[in-house]
């Protein structure tokens, strides 16, 4: 078995294949040999191997959500899926299909046991490859493409739509690594995922032509594009000739509002980057996003040599976004759509600009700046003075408050210590009651110091 996967346009032999493949084309009962054989349909699940048949590959489809398929082969021995070695035999199974491999199956009758599809076929994949219409040498960043393609299985179309739900396919754009081109070391991209469900692009839903449609944002240079086939057991991928991406072909020149009162237009004009369209086929088609939130809508379709240009209300200072599409024809006669990187522009607010004064009103105002600090000074110095006589004030008051409060305690202790006893028993003064105590030391002339510093009760 032998799976390649290719880009080729669709030649007119491949289209009347595509056309006429039907399963009302195949016997009831037929047998898998080595001739291809695309689908086999099953009758009471039943199918022939040939004794030629070296490996096999099958894909059995059942109801969403059932069990695995049992296989049974011509001996009466049974194959389940938890039975599988993945040596002779290798078996995936998903809610909706089982996908087995077989290695020199024994010849013979087989059958599939389970809730196998009423128009189940027994897809033998034994040459599968995918047939898309090629991509063009040169590709704009930005452009829209969309591509056909189908499934070949040993030269003839596979169109049992469930097989879709078996198989990815995808094509990828690979960088040459060229050190002069911009898009050196840039990773692999993913550019178009095939699908066969009738949304977006794709025609007609589960009629075996499966359609890719994709933007090409990746950096300008080299590429080659990868076709890809990929099923749960395998992939295989294939790469094309080089191709060559080229940056978005659309410039954008701004005209602002010259008004002095910022009430004007602003003009934003498009023309090519690079000389690959006919000036006459470019048409523009966009939408204006202004500061205030609001939206303008805009097509320019008129074919004309003429630069296209489009004007934009100037509604005040912010951010202006500008988004369009281009079509237009290339050089050589193909049509495309880009998808053309928005452009902004930011608008200042206005500032208004003040002649500088005369030397007569910078004098004026130096003087009256000159008062101004006089008098400020003036403030300043009072705030000062009458700040030191309320704390002189403040110190003065306790300090009179200490000295009153030192000499009443003075005089009291004096007449403690001093008071002579002045009468006896008999009411006469006694010698010993004018002995002088001793104890009166240091402590008693301190305080007469002290007393004789302090101002008498007149003074005070």
């Known amino acids: 078995m032998s799976t390649t996967a290719y880009s080729q346009d669709f030649t007119p032999e491949q289209r009347s294949k595509l056309a006429n493949s039907d399963a009302q084309f195949n016997n009831p009962i037929s047998k898998i040999d080595n001739r291809f054989t695309n689908d086999i349909s099953l009758l009471n699940n039943r199918f022939r191997i040939d004794y030629q048949v070296k490996e096999v590959t099958m894909v059995f489809f059942r109801e969403y959500g059932s069990a695995p398929i049992v296989l049974v082969q011509p001996d009466g021995a049974k194959l389940f899926q938890y039975t599988a070695d993945g040596d002779k035999v290798t ?53 829209i493409i969309k591509m056909k393609s189908y499934l070949v299985n040993d030269g003839q179309p596979m169109t049992f739509a ?65 076709s890809k086939i990929e099923t749960p057991m395998y992939s295989r991928e294939k790469l094309d000739p080089t191709l060559r991406v080229y940056p978005s072909p659309i410039a954008f020149t701004l005209t602002r509002d010259p008004s002095e009162l910022g009430d004007g237009m602003h003009f934003v004009t498009f023309s090519q980057t690079i000389k690959k369209f006919d000036p006459s086929s470019l048409l523009i088609d966009g939408e204006v996003r202004l500061p205030n939130g609001q939206s303008q809508a805009f097509s320019l379709n008129q074919q ?14 912010g951010v202006y976004r500008v988004k369009v599409m281009a079509y237009a024809r290339t050089l050589s006669g193909r049509d495309v759509v880009i998808n053309v990187p928005e452009y902004s522009f930011t608008i200042e607010p206005i500032v208004e600009v003040i002649p500088p004064p005369s030397p007569e ?4 105002a130096k003087i009256k700046l000159d008062e101004a600090l006089q008098r400020q000074q003036a403030a300043e110095d009072q705030r000062i003075l009458e700040k030191g006589l309320i704390i002189n004030g403040i110190i003065f008051g306790l300090g009179v408050l200490v000295m009153l409060g030192v000499r009443l305690w003075l005089n009291v202790n004096a007449k403690k210590q001093l008071t002579p006893i002045i009468t006896s028993k008999k009411g006469e003064l006694d010698d010993q009651d004018l002995i002088i105590d001793e104890k009166i030391t240091l402590k008693d002339r301190l305080i007469s110091k002290i007393k004789g510093l302090l101002p008498n009760k007149q003074a005070a």
């Not at 009423?118 to 452009?143: C, H, K, Q, Y």
């Not at 009103?361 to 004026?364: F, K, N, S, V």
Request: glycine residues 8%; hydrophobic residues 40%; proline residues 7%.
């Open 304 to 317: 004309t040599m003429l630069a296209k240009r489009i004007a934009i209300d100037n509604v005040g200072p």
């Open 91 to 143: 078996w995936f199974d998903s809610p909706t299909y089982d996908m087995i491999n077989i290695k020199d199956p024994m010849p013979g009758p087989w059958q599939a046991l389970g809730d196998v599809m009423s128009d189940s076929r027994i897809m033998v994949i034994s040459n599968l490859s995918l047939v898309t219409n090629a991509l063009p040498d040169e590709l704009f960043s930005g452009e």
């Open 162 to 226: 469930p097989f879709a739900e078996a198989i990815r396919l995808t094509v990828n754009l690979v960088s040459t690594n060229n050190p002069d081109e911009n898009n050196f070391g840039s990773r692999t991209q993913t550019i178009a995922v095939f699908e066969d469900n009738g949304l977006g692009l794709d025609e007609k839903p589960k009629d075996g032509i499966f359609t890719g449609q994709f933007t090409l944002d990746v950096p300008d240079g080299e590429w080659q594009a990868q």
């Open 361 to 364: 009103e910078l004098a004026l």
